[in-house]
């Protein structure tokens, strides 16, 4: 097993932080920022907040399992979202809580929520039997449950479409380099880079036929042509250009009648391996990457960097 060499836990973080998995709530420039004030001052204002700071919590280490296999605290996490449950339950009766929007539809609200307490048992089994497979789908279920439900009861006037193409680019992101960091642990970069090379298109084309969210992943330095920016993305590129992304914010924005969304992807350490410097990338990876993209532009990069953009849209209903 090689996976030492690659820092595998530095990859997971890259697919982890800088808001991928949880763009889902924060990412998508609709600003929370008052949220944020309010967690780090550690008060939970309601029962709904306190479930769920546990639940983010629960959530992050889901990732860690579904990605590196790693399921320290994972159960020990669900269970204290469960143990929530009852005190956002009384809330809801006495009125003490409400969801901040749609607050009279309950019923539906308390339906979510016990769909949403059947996935965890549904984790808690998982990772009761060593079932990563398991994991990783409900890793993307949860995550979906969590975007359907801010949608229609969080606030922050969220348009459900770009919840929509949010969840997409999050599901693309996050399957994508789970694929990458699973395969690197196995047979280092040359099979990461055959599973990006096969599966990255076809994953992105089963989104698109489940969801109905046009998406991808792009540059302005291609690895592979076919992945070229729609023109809304490629001028959003080019305003950036080459720099480091730090500062560089998302776009969540309707449009026409289209709600899309631009996420912009970072350069870490692990990517390295196949983007980094020509002197430093391996002989198996140049002669592979040779043979699979014979115009690859995509190599030169330095941690912190500005990659390129993980982009979605789809049509707002009417
Ligand atoms: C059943 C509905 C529901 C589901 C499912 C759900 N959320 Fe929430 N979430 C809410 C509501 C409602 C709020 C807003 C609470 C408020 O501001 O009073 C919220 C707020 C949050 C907050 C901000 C908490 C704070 O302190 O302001 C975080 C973080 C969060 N959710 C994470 C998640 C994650 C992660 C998931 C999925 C793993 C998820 N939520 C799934 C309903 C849900
Ligand atoms: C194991 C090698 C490998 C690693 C590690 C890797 N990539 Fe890639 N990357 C590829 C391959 C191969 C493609 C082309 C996939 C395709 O054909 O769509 C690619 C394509 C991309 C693209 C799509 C745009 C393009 O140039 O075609 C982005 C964006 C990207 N990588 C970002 C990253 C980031 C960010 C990291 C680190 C978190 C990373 N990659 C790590 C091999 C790798």
């Not at 979202?81 to 969801?99: D, F, I, M, W, Y």
């Not at 040779?290 to 941690?303: C, E, K, L, V, W």
Request: some cysteine; aromatic content about 4%.
């Amino acid at each position: 097993m090689s996976t030492g060499r690659y820092n595998l836990a530095l990859l997971a973080a890259a697919v982890l932080g800088g808001g991928v998995a949880l763009g889902i709530s924060h990412a998508t420039g609709q600003g929370h920022g008052h949220d944020a004030a309010e967690v780090a001052s550690g008060e939970p204002a309601s029962a709904i907040r306190d479930e769920m700071q546990a639940l983010q919590v629960a959530y992050d280490r889901l990732g860690r399992a579904a990605v590196l296999g790693d399921t320290t605290g994972l159960v020990e996490s669900f269970h204290a979202v469960h143990a929530r449950k009852a005190a956002t339950e009384a809330a809801l009766a006495s009125g003490a809580a409400r969801p901040p929007l749609n607050g009279d539809q309950l019923e539906a609200f308390k339906a979510r929520d016990e769909a949403f307490h059947a996935s965890i048992e549904a984790v808690l089994h998982a990772a009761e039997s060593g079932d990563a497979a398991e994991l990783r789908r409900l890793h993307v279920e949860l995550g979906d449950a969590c975007v359907g439900c801010h949608a229609q009861f969080r606030g922050g006037v969220t348009d459900p479409a770009l919840a929509r193409a949010d969840a997409a680019a999050t599901r693309l992101a996050v399957t994508l380099r789970a694929r990458v960091v699973e395969e690197m642990g196995k047979g280092g970069p040359p099979a990461a880079i055959r599973a990006c090379s096969e599966e990255a298109p076809a994953l992105a084309a089963t989104i698109r036929s489940e969801t109905g969210v046009e998406l991808g992943r792009t540059s302005l330095r291609l690895r592979n042509p076919a992945n070229a920016a729609p023109e809304w993305v490629d001028a959003w590129l080019r305003e950036q250009g080459e720099r480091p992304a730090a500062g560089v914010s998302p776009v969540a924005t309707v449009v026409d009648g289209k709600a899309r969304v631009i996420k912009p992807i970072i350069v870490d350490t692990p990517c390295l391996a196949c983007h980094g410097s020509p002197d430093t990338i391996s002989p198996e990876v140049r002669s592979e990457l040779a043979a699979r993209y014979p115009a690859d532009a995509a190599i030169g990069y330095a941690t912190g960097d500005l990659r390129g953009a993980l982009w979605a849209e789809v049509a707002v209903a009417r």
